[in-house]
């Protein structure tokens, strides 16, 4: 089996920390949510990575996952459906956390649109 490396590592920022949304709570919940995505983007490339295999080799263990290099074509439907996922997480907090800040971003879009067309 490969050994992991940094599986116990923790990053942790030193100092304060921002309040983005309107309370800590807020907050710590959109950061659990960021770091649940992650872990099943992982999750979704490791089962990808074992069917890959399945079908080209047969059986295999933990350490063939673990060296799998991803063709550019692996590459292209991992990119696919992570968007996929990233819209589906992201789509709640976005329409429901932060309207304001969407109704902000557009209109300075729209402003930088006017701007950049003259």
Known sequence: MVERKNRERIARSKGSQP???ENETVDALASMVLSLMGEVVVLKDRLDANERLLAAAGLHGPANVDSF?????????????REGIYDRVLG?????????????QQEYEGVLDAVTRD
Not at 73 to 78: D, F, G, I, L, M
Not at 92 to 101: E, F, I, M, T, Y
Request: glycine content about 6%; hydrophobic content about 50%.
């Open 92 to 104: 709640a907090g976005r329409d429901k956390l932060v309207p304001q800040a969407l109704a902000e």
């Open 69 to 81: 290099a991803p063709d550019a074509a692996a590459k292209a439907y991992r990119a696919g459906y």
């Open 19 to 21: 309040v983005v949304f």
